[in-house]
């Protein structure tokens, strides 16, 4: 038990447009679910918590209206990066807490290029 | 803030050679800690889990270790293989997400 799915695994989209990445916790409720971000060679940083029905909160420098987050339900957070720059090219992974637990478990990630 | 400090940036051994690789965290009021491998352009792989009322783990050639009092987290990998090559991350959890060390990139040549 206790499988993240992330998608697209990639995804290559031109500067300006927008791109969605799905999270979803396949085999258990997730109250709450984590967006990292990582660039090469450097460590995931959070970007930003979803609660279940409520607002994200994101973490300092993450801009909240471009990178767009909805925790609709207990199994699914998505993450829309809108007019996306080149400097968004990254890879960004999605981990999920089981309600009641500590511990996370982490999709595959999504690489993210933009040209 | 919880920061967490992973030694050495990259280590290269010969195959079948035992190895440690270290982690310290700065805030001791952690839930666990947990270890984790990422091969080149992949997600993450969950290696071992140590809640924080315990000191060790362990999953075949691999033994975590935790000392909450000196802020300290080592991973001992045994006989190491080729197929051991990845970057091995430790994160620490309390009230807030995981916090991640930057990695040890570890190279195991044949």
């Known amino acids: 038990g206790a499988v993240v799915s992330q998608h697209p695994s990639w995804v290559i989209c031109k500067s300006g447009t927008s791109v969605k990445i799905e999270c979803r916790s396949l085999d258990f409720q997730a109250t709450t679910m984590f967006w990292y971000r990582q660039f090469p060679k450097q460590s995931l940083m959070l970007m930003a918590t979803s609660n279940e029905g409520s607002k994200a909160t994101y973490e300092q420098g993450v801009e909240k209206d471009k990178f767009l987050i909805n925790h609709a339900s207990l199994t699914l957070s998505t993450l829309t990066v809108t007019s996306a720059h080149p400097e968004d090219s990254s890879f960004y992974i999605c981990?999920?807490?089981?309600?009641?637990?500590?511990?996370?478990?982490f999709g595959q990630g999504t690489r993210l290029t933009v040209v | 803030k919880q920061e967490v400090t992973q030694i050495p940036a990259a280590l290269s051994v010969p195959e079948g050679e035992n190895l440690v690789l270290n982690c310290s965290f700065t805030d001791s009021a952690i839930y666990n800690l947990q270890w984790f491998r990422q091969d080149p352009g992949k997600g993450l792989t969950s290696l071992l889990l140590i809640q924080s009322s315990q000191r060790e783990q362990t999953s075949g050639r691999l033994n975590a270790s935790l000392d909450k009092s000196s802020g300290r987290s080592t991973l001992y990998i045994a006989a190491s293989q080729p197929g051991d090559s990845a970057t091995y991350l430790c994160?620490?959890?309390?009230?807030?997400?995981?916090?991640f060390g930057k990695g040890t990139r570890l190279s195991v040549i044949a």
């Open positions: 994160a620490a959890s309390s009230n807030t997400p995981l916090v």
């Open positions: 981990s999920a807490r089981k309600t009641g637990y500590t511990e996370a478990f």
